[in-house]
């Protein structure tokens, strides 16, 4: 089946006659150009800044889709350029610059890590594009998530002046290890069901803004925390449900 020239006219004259919405697109173009900055930085040999540059597109990224939401400014293409931007600044640009400050001691080995991080992401981008499932949970780990501890490693060496070539064969392990689980099945929690409009104790703005002052204090060995504690939470979470399963069927299969 072929697509004749009236068609794409037509089709090219709808998406003219109705435009796009500007401010969830301006987010997602910041966090593309955040994206792209921090390939630059890598470049000429910023890396802290490179990894902070990642950071900031994950705050674009993750603005875009709820501003779209609650201004009811969704749309088909919103998706797919969010897909494309997500592909630059969270598969990409993390490759280029581990390798640049790390994974190029180890030659082949180097590159061939760096890639499948990269592959892994545009993979996870395209199942979650066209799957259907609990928006409670995410099937694999989102590739912001693993963006953000390529990231935050890298923050953490170069703040503590550590050369990458020491440590290159635990960062390609790390790499390879958060390739595999993006495109996994475990499930990740998408928080999606926090209502952040409702009302909450008062216990949790306390812990909220202990939690910014922490973040602050230590900006890279916090954010590393989290987000690696976050990258172990599905594959654990995983082997509790499967433990949970099997002792469930030893207790049925007693009573028998």
């Known amino acids: 089946m072929t697509i004749s020239d009236e068609q794409v ?9 109705r435009g796009i919405y500007l401010l969830p ?16 930085a890598a470049m000429k040999g910023y890396f802290e800044i490179a990894a902070i540059a990642i950071f ?24 797919e350029y969010d897909s494309l931007s997500d592909m630059a600044a969270f598969g990409i640009a993390p490759s280029l610059i581990i390798y640049s400050w ?3 001691h ?16 545009a993979l996870r981008l395209a199942r979650f594009n066209i799957q259907v499932s609990d928006k409670r949970y995410f099937q694999g780990l989102p590739c912001p998530a693993a963006a953000g501890v390529i990231a935050s490693v890298i923050w953490m060496g170069t703040g503590y002046e550590i050369d990458g070539k020491l440590i290159s064969v635990l960062l390609a392990i790390l790499t390879i290890f958060l390739a595999a689980m993006m495109v996994s099945n475990v499930r990740y929690s998408s928080f999606k069901s926090i209502d952040f409009k409702g009302k909450v104790p008062f216990f949790t703005i306390v812990l909220a803004v202990f939690g910014i002052v922490a973040i602050a204090w230590e900006p890279a060995e ?10 172990l939470s599905g594959p654990c979470m995983t082997l509790w449900q499967i433990s949970k399963k099997r002792r469930q ?3 049925d299969h007693k009573h028998k």
């Open 106 to 121: 180890l030659g082949k080995l180097g590159w061939l890590a760096a890639f499948l991080f990269t592959a892994a992401t």
């Open 9 to 17: 006219t037509t089709s090219a004259e709808k998406f003219s006659q």
């Open 222 to 231: 916090i954010l590393f925390m989290v987000l690696m504690l976050y990258s």
């Open 249 to 251: 069927r030893l207790t």
């Open 25 to 40: 697109n301006l987010l997602t173009t910041a966090a593309l150009f955040a994206g792209f900055y921090a390939i630059v």
């Open 102 to 104: 790390s994974l190029a």
């Open 56 to 79: 900031i597109a994950m705050i674009a990224d993750g603005l875009d889709g709820r501003v779209a939401r609650l201004t009811q400014a969704t749309s088909k293409f919103g998706a």
